[in-house]
């Protein structure tokens, strides 16, 4: 698989951030036990909505697991933007614990470390905030004495980086072997926090290491007997500067000495100590990952007695079957509970000879690596083989997780799913309830056997033929792409679709059966490549417009095509950037707002020549949304966030603002009531005060709000539409949270 898969996990490394150089007084207001997300993924919510996710089967960078040391098949998962879960073995499936997080706390979805208690396992904690960034909120914790079904908060004043460069490290946060109320939390610039009252306060402690605008800090935290080691991210790999600390008091932390030294042990990634054999096993690489990392290895230490021994299974370095160079670091690791000397450690960033575990048990001495016997099956999860004839082992491992009940029970997190054995040979996803998808894009036909088609940041485009499994010809190809940008529909042809995205053979594409089967556009604007930004077809198909936009956020004139992108011409009366619709029923109609200038454009030609219309509209948000009734022309609704919800119904020359609502960030119709005329009208907004999931079945006069405050799912903003044929279902894009979908009850 390539890099352009994983364009949402990158998109903020190598980011340059300030580093805080004095420990602060840090401190936090506990809140009150607020429940979690339902324990039944079908639950009916208060609204008298039943929300579940439309399965897609993972979809996201598993960054952590977490198996409890004492209670059989009981294990905790974390993502970097997508919350935590448990697991339950009794229905094989994994549990959302995060869900209640709303629209202001969406930071909060990116889960930056958990602990558990061994001696208490009804305890879990989990470390939130996904960017360190100035505009990013502070960070929280959340502490649970129910296995997250109900929630204790206390927010923090550092910031977290669930998201950024070192996800795949830790845990950064640990329950003390010698009391059980006291815990750790090592974050990237703030220094060692503690708390003595099982996570209500936090306090700054002294630590011996100054951070840097690197970004890791403290990596890792482990007990190793009574002892806690730290990892330290911001080394330079030299002996006169240490990556690995420990306290034998819980005061005063010190080097561990004879710690190995330079670039491939540079930074301590994971650790797991084989309490069995009394014995520290530490992964390294030359980079935090999961991006970046060339060279790594991997060390023990024998805590009675301070030796320190290299058991890289594989040293990077060496020559590829192609004739590269086979660079990669490492990365999970985990020990066996009941046999010492037993454990498993993955590589990370292999993308040539692709990334695997190793198996060792004799303390690594010796290694066998389980890819190279491994039978893959992703029935259950097409997508994984990314359009190929076979998935793939694993990339982006550091993850990993050893039941201490089961030797053989391995799993590993990749960039998309979570793979698991139960006898060191046979691998499938365990990935059941766990859906992280970043979805941008959302189409529901008004006929066809598909209800949704969606379009992710991590998967591109995938064809929901049914809501309760993962689509059975896995993601679009011809061309796959690694994330989705524009996904449009013929309003009157709907066996006609378009979408565009970071494409491995071009960047837009067509279907004349709905979207099941595509084909690559016959050329595309030269900006593409590189931009490939939205895309519209008009009502029946005969005519495209590209808005190309690149990821960075610059601009490039938008392009038509009518004979179905064999060729392409500037329009050079559009504005770069402007929001487009297309006209449901009229094919020579377009509208385009400019959200730079608030001004509305149409177009009666087909897109040849656009002119102003409305003026003087809402402006500076690219985030602004235009949308066109179904089955009417000239019927469109501006969302302008705060700024509220705007109506026209003379194709833009003038807009009303609706007066019903506060807000509005996203809006789309579906079926209309029993006895309605008008659509019903979905809303992501504000009524009177916080951001929630609407519906008005009245043309705007009225809403009720359809989610409640356990279906949340932080930040909402980006696309929903209801269904053509179903009264009252709908279908809400997350970031994170895959594609949720509701029903009344």
Request: neutral net charge.
């Amino acid at each position: 698989m390539s890099t352009f898969h994983l364009s949402r996990r990158s998109v903020l490394a190598g980011s340059a951030v300030v580093a805080a150089v004095s420990l602060p007084a840090v401190s936090g207001q506990a809140r009150a036990a607020v429940p979690a997300a339902p324990a039944a993924p079908a639950a009916a919510a208060k609204s008298g909505y039943r929300w579940r996710n439309a399965v897609m089967g993972g979809t996201g960078f598993i960054t952590g697991v977490l198996f409890h040391p004492s209670v059989r098949g009981l294990a905790y998962a974390r993502t970097d933007i997508g919350g935590a879960y448990r697991w339950e073995d009794r229905t094989d499936r994994w549990i959302p614990l995060t869900d209640h997080l709303g629209w202001d706390d969406s930071n909060l979805l990116g889960v930056e470390a958990m602990a558990l208690d061994p001696a208490h396992p009804d305890r879990v904690w989990l470390a939130l905030g996904t960017y360190t960034q100035s505009w990013a909120g502070n960070g929280a914790v959340l502490r649970s004495e129910d296995r997250g079904a109900t929630w204790k908060r206390t927010d923090l004043t550092v910031k977290l980086g669930a998201n950024e460069d070192g996800r795949g490290c830790g845990e950064r946060l640990l329950v003390d072997p010698r009391n059980s109320d006291t815990l750790w939390l090592g974050t990237r610039h703030d220094g060692l926090l503690r708390s003595t009252d099982r996570g209500a306060t936090w306090t700054a402690v002294s630590f011996p290491a100054t951070p840097s605008a690197t970004g890791q800090g403290i990596t890792l935290l482990v007990a190793a007997g009574r002892g806690v080691y730290a990892g330290w991210g911001d080394s330079d790999g030299t002996a006169g500067s240490p990556n690995l600390y420990r306290t034998s008091d819980g005061k005063t932390w010190e080097p561990v000495p004879g710690q190995p030294t330079g670039g491939a042990a540079k930074v301590p990634i994971r650790a797991a100590y084989d309490h069995r054999a009394r014995e520290l096993y530490l992964t390294y690489a030359n980079a935090p990952g999961p991006n970046g990392q060339s060279d790594g290895s991997v060390h023990k230490l024998r805590t009675t007695d301070g030796k320190w021994t290299e058991v890289t299974p594989v040293k990077p370095g060496g020559t590829t079957s192609e004739g590269g160079t086979d660079a990669f670091g490492y990365g999970g690791v985990a020990v066996d509970a009941g046999r010492a000397g037993t454990l498993v450690v993955s590589t990370n960033n292999r993308w040539a000879e692709t990334d695997t575990v190793f198996r060792s048990t004799d303390g690594g001495h010796t290694w066998k690596s389980l890819k190279d016997e491994a039978v893959l099956d992703v029935s259950e999860t097409p997508y994984l083989t990314w359009g190929k004839d076979k998935p793939k082992f694993g990339w982006w491992i550091q993850a990993v997780g050893l039941d201490p009940y089961d030797s053989q029970h391995v799993v590993h997190g990749t960039g998309a799913t979570l793979y698991s054995t139960r006898d060191l040979k046979h691998w499938a996803p365990q990935i059941r309830g766990l859906e992280e998808a970043s979805v941008v894009q959302l189409l529901s036909p008004p006929t066809g056997e598909a209800h949704l088609i969606s379009g992710s940041r991590d998967i591109g485009v995938l064809y929901h033929e049914r809501l309760t499994a993962s689509p059975s010809r896995g993601l679009a190809t011809n061309p796959v792409f690694g994330s989705s940008t524009g996904l449009a529909q013929a309003a009157a042809k709907p066996s006609y679709v378009v979408r565009t995205g970071s494409g491995d053979n071009g960047n837009g594409a067509w279907s004349n059966d709905g979207g099941k089967t595509w084909a690559p556009f016959e050329a595309q604007p030269a900006a593409a490549e590189d931009a490939p930004g939205l895309i519209v077809t008009n009502a029946d198909g005969s005519v495209l417009l590209w808005a190309l936009a690149h990821w960075d956020g610059t601009l490039h004139p938008a392009h038509r095509s009518a004979d179905n992108g064999a060729t392409w011409s500037e329009v050079t009366s559009l504005p770069k950037g402007a929001v487009l619709v297309a006209d449901p029923v009229d094919p020579a109609r377009f509208y385009a707002f400019d959200t730079t200038a608030g001004t509305l454009h149409a177009s009666t030609d087909g897109g040849l020549t656009f002119t102003a219309r409305a003026t003087g509209l809402s402006s500076g948000d690219a985030g602004f949304q235009l949308a066109a009734a179904p089955g009417r022309s000239g019927d469109l609704w501006l969302s302008a966030k705060a700024n509220g919800l705007y109506r026209s119904t003379d194709g833009g020359a003038a807009f009303t603002k609706v007066g019903s609502c506060r807000a509005s960030h996203t809006l789309g119709f579906g079926k209309a009531a029993e006895g309605a005329s008008y659509p019903a009208i979905y809303m992501v907004g504000g009524i009177e005060d916080f951001n929630a999931v609407h519906r008005s079945d009245d043309e705007a006069r009225t809403w009720t709000r359809i989610n409640d405050d356990q279906h949340q799912w932080g930040w909402t903003g980006t696309a929903v539409t209801g269904d053509p044929r179903v009264h009252g279902r709908v279908y809400l894009a997350t970031n994170g949270r895959g594609v949720q979908y509701g029903e009344p009850v």
